[in-house]
C-alpha cells in the first residue's frame, strides 16, 4: 500500500488497548505463555498498561459485567474472577504517566451520584486521563444481584441510559472550573455563586447534588459508547466522545461510521467531536507463516463446551447446550437482554457463511465478531491504513488474542509500522485523554 497523504498525516489513527485478562481468545487461558490468574493479578495489570504506555496508545480499555455467568461450559471460559474496573483503574493511575484509562460502569446497575463522583475523582487521581465506557448492561444474570427478578427490557435500558447521563453530566458541572478559591486570608473556601445545584426530578432518578467533587479536570471525563442497535447509535450520537464497535468487514464499518457521523450533526454537533473506533483482532508474527501457526495454536485450544457458552452469551444470552454442534444456528427471538446489535452480527455471520453452530463458534473464539487480521505487521498496517483512509475508522480498539504476547507483538512490529507511515504518534501530544484524542474541553452547561 502506497504512503499516508499529507491528509493523513495531519489526522492520525487513535489506539486503545483492550484489556481481557488472559486475552480475547477463549481458549487463551490455557496457553503456557500465559498467566493463568491474570484476572486478579495486579502486576500483569501494570505491565500491560505500561507496555501500551511504551507504545503510545491512547488508552487501555477494561470492560465489566456484574455478574457470573453460568450454566454448561462457563466453568471452562476464564470469565469469572477479576477486578472491578474503577478500582484498577485507580491503581494504574499511579504506575503511568500518559495513557488514557477507559473502564466499564453500567447505567442499569449503579446510581448517577455514585458514577459522577467516582469518575470525578478518578480524573483528579489521573490528572486527567479517565474514559467512562456507559453500558446498560447485557447480561440478564446481573439483575438478580441487584434486586430485580430480571433485566430492564432493551428500550427501558436506553431511555434510563439516555436519563443517567443527563444527571451525571448535570453533576459534573456542579461547579464553575475556578469555584474554589480557598483563599486563607480572606476566610473563604468557596465562591458561592459559582456553585450549581441540579435538583434533577426525572422518571429514573431524583437527584438533588451538588457533587462533592469539583469539576472534573477534563470538563468531563470522556464518554465511551459501543452499543451498535438503533438505540445505542442515537445514544452514541448524543452523548458519546468515542464509539467502539465491531464490523467483521470494511463495506458495513463505512456504513457505520457514515450513519454515526449524520447522526451527531443532527444533534448540532460537529462530527469530529466523535471518534469511531472499531475493534480489531491482530495475530501478528514476523512472517505470515508464524502468525498463521500463532492462531491455529490458540483454535486448538477451544473447548466446545466453552466455545459454545461464548456464543450463547454473545448471541442474546440463549443456552444452546441442547441443540446439534454441526447443524444450523436455530431461529432464535430477538433478545431484551443482549446486546442486539452483537445478535444480528453473529446471526449475519452465521447465515451468510452458512455456518453451523460449531463453525460459528469457532469463527468467533477469538474476534467475537470483530475484524480479524492475521499477518506480518505490513499485512496488519494496510488493513488499518485502508479502514482508516477509506471511511470506515479514527482509530482501533486492539484485541490481542493473548496477553502479555500479543500486546508486547502488536507494540513491538505494528506501532513502528504505522509509525513509519506517518499513520500513527511518535509522542504523546497535550496532558489529557482528551487531547490525545483530538477532544475539545467541554463547556459547563453554565458557561
Known amino acids: ?39 486478579l493479578n495486579f502486576a500483569h495489570y501494570k505491565n500491560l498498561a505500561q507496555t501500551a504506555e511504551r507504545a503510545l496508545f491512547d488508552a487501555v480499555f477494561v470492560a465489566d459485567n456484574v455478574a457470573v455467568t453460568l450454566g454448561k461450559g462457563a466453568d471452562k ?15 494504574l493511575s499511579a504506575v503511568t504517566e500518559h495513557i488514557g484509562l ?37 447480561a440478564a444474570a446481573e439483575a438478580t444481584n441487584f434486586g430485580r427478578a430480571e433485566h430492564f427490557a432493551h428500550a427501558e435500558r436506553y431511555e434510563r441510559a439516555e436519563e443517567f447521563f443527563e444527571v451525571v453530566s ?47 479536570v477534563q470538563g468531563r471525563p470522556v464518554i465511551v459508547q459501543a452499543g451498535s442497535s438503533e438505540a445505542g447509535r442515537s445514544l452514541a450520537a448524543r452523548t458519546a466522545d468515542v464509539v467502539f464497535t465491531a464490523h467483521p468487514a470494511l463495506a458495513p464499518a463505512q456504513d457505520f461510521y457514515r450513519d454515526i457521523k449524520n447522526r ?18 491482530v495475530v ?28 450463547g452469551r454473545m448471541i442474546g444470552n440463549f443456552d444452546l447446550s441442547g441443540y446439534p454442534l454441526d447443524e444450523p444456528l436455530p431461529e432464535l427471538p430477538l433478545t431484551e437482554t443482549g446486546q442486539r446489535s452483537r445478535q444480528a452480527l453473529l446471526t449475519s455471520l452465521a447465515k451468510d457463511g452458512n455456518l453451523t453452530i460449531r463453525q460459528l463458534y469457532t469463527r468467533i473464539a477469538g474476534g467475537r ?79
Open 1 to 39: 500500500m502506497s504512503s499516508s497523504t499529507p491528509e493523513t498525516k495531519s489526522r492520525q489513527i487513535k489506539l486503545g488497548a483492550f484489556l481481557i485478562p488472559t486475552g480475547h481468545h477463549v481458549g487463551a487461558w490455557r496457553h503456557p505463555d500465559v498467566p493463568a490468574d491474570s484476572g
Open 77 to 91: 471460559v476464564a470469565r469469572a474472577d477479576y477486578f472491578e474496573p474503577l478500582t484498577l483503574m485507580a491503581a
Open 102 to 138: 477507559i473502564c466499564t460502569q453500567t447505567t442499569s446497575f449503579n446510581e448517577p451520584y455514585h458514577i459522577a463522583r467516582k469518575f470525578a475523582s478518578l480524573d483528579y487521581l489521573s490528572n486527567g486521563r479517565v474514559g467512562w465506557n456507559l453500558v446498560t448492561s447485557d
Open 170 to 216: 448535570g453533576l459534573w458541572d456542579s461547579w464553575d472550573d475556578d469555584a474554589f478559591i480557598r483563599d486563607k486570608n480572606s476566610g473563604r473556601y468557596y465562591d458561592p455563586q459559582k456553585l450549581h445545584v441540579l435538583n434533577h426530578s426525572g422518571k429514573h432518578f431524583s437527584v438533588s447534588g451538588p457533587l462533592n467533587v469539583a469539576r472534573p
Open 264 to 281: 451527531v450533526t443532527q444533534f448540532g454537533r460537529y462530527p469530529d467531536s466523535v471518534k469511531i473506533m472499531p475493534g480489531i483482532y
Open 284 to 311: 501478528v508474527g514476523k512472517t505470515a507463516a508464524e502468525a498463521q501457526e500463532k492462531f491455529e495454536q490458540l483454535q486448538q485450544l477451544i473447548e466446545p463446551e466453552a466455545g459454545l457458552a461464548l456464543l
Open 369 to 447: 465478531g470483530h475484524n480479524v487480521v492475521i499477518g506480518t505487521a505490513e499485512t496488519i498496517a494496510d488493513v488499518m491504513q485502508e479502514w482508516f483512509e477509506q471511511g470506515a475508522a479514527d482509530g482501533f480498539n486492539v484485541l490481542a488474542p493473548m496477553l502479555p504476547s500479543g500486546l508486547n507483538d502488536f507494540a513491538d512490529l505494528v506501532v513502528p509500522e504505522l509509525q513509519k507511515r506517518g499513520l500513527f504518534r511518535t509522542a504523546y501530544e497535550g496532558t489529557t485523554l482528551r487531547d490525545r484524542l483530538g477532544l475539545a474541553r467541554p463547556s459547563s452547561r453554565y458557561e
